[in-house]
Nanobody, 115 residues
Framework: QVQLVESGGGLVQPGGSLRLSCVAS????????MRWYRQSPGKAREWIAG????????NYADSVKGRFTISRDNAKATVYLQMNSLKLEDTAVYYC????????WGQGTQVTVSS
């Protein structure tokens, strides 16, 4: 079955960096676009970045454009989110997502930006 497992979250100071990883299994990873979402307390889950199956096209929400970079390694069935210049408002649980006949989500990884 489809599984998505995120890792890499943690506590970081404003201006710092983190790299999140999401390891996928149970489907042909290289054939599917992948996305990152996040959810802050009391807020709806929001899309922040997406990448095409062949790593040619990437898209970002305005809130993270220029600071976050999504990438993928199809040989490792892994999608990454490099987060730089982190702000307090980036604090959230971060989820990777794939649509493989239906929506699939990982368990999420907590990112806390605090001084």
């Amino acid at each position: 079955q489809v599984q998505l497992v995120e890792s890499g979250g943690g506590l970081v100071q404003p201006g710092g960096s983190l790299r999140l990883s999401c390891v996928a299994s149970g489907f042909t990873f290289s054939s599917y676009g992948m996305r990152w979402y996040r959810q802050s307390p009391g807020k709806a889950r929001e899309w922040i970045a997406g990448i095409s199956p062949t790593d040619i096209t990437t898209n970002y929400a305005d809130s993270v454009k220029g600071r976050f970079t999504i990438s993928r390694d199809n040989a490792k069935a892994t999608v990454y989110l490099q987060m730089n210049s982190l702000k307090l408002e980036d604090t959230a649980v971060y989820y990777c997502h794939a649509y493989v006949s239906r929506d699939y989500w990982g368990q999420g990884t907590q990112v806390t930006v605090s001084s």
